[in-house]
């Protein structure tokens, strides 16, 4: 090497330009042709369409954006759920669900989610019949099903 300081080291660029990341050319553009992302996504599998859907929220939807542009983001905005998600280890489902294989624990799990979900709707629906948890002003009858305070002497 004409550079005694530079044994072993390889190849290096000699200009400064090449040495720049990638995304110091497209700050504020894109990285992705979005025509050939747009194809690239139609053809996907099911399987992976189905993992976009459950797992596309909308920061990781803003995260992509920033990584790719905006216009990877405008391919996928049918994707995903409109809410944040809570992601649970399989390790935690299948301990506090355990069953034979990791998809009977998640199935428990869900079964066990819905029934808390309609149990607490069905006691939400009798609670307001009945007045409790609402408002006074909410309640449309008099309440008459209360003990009177003092017994009634005859």
Known sequence: MANGN???AGMMASNPQENRM???????????????FQQAVSNLSDE?????????????KKAMAELFGPE?????KDFGPTEPTINI???????TYPAKTIEESIEMMGQDFASKASSNMDNQQVSNQQGLGSSPAMMTEEQNN????????A
């Open 89 to 95: 280890p399989v390790s935690i489902v299948s301990q």
């Open 48 to 60: 992976s369409s189905t993992i976009l859907e459950q797992h596309l929220t909308p920061p990781v």
């Open 146 to 153: 209360v003990p009177p305070a003092k017994p009634i002497m």
């Open 72 to 76: 990877v983001v405008g391919v996928l």
């Open 6 to 8: 530079m044994q072993g």
């Open 22 to 36: 990638p995304m110091e050319e497209s700050v504020g553009g894109s990285i992705v042709d979005g025509g050939r």
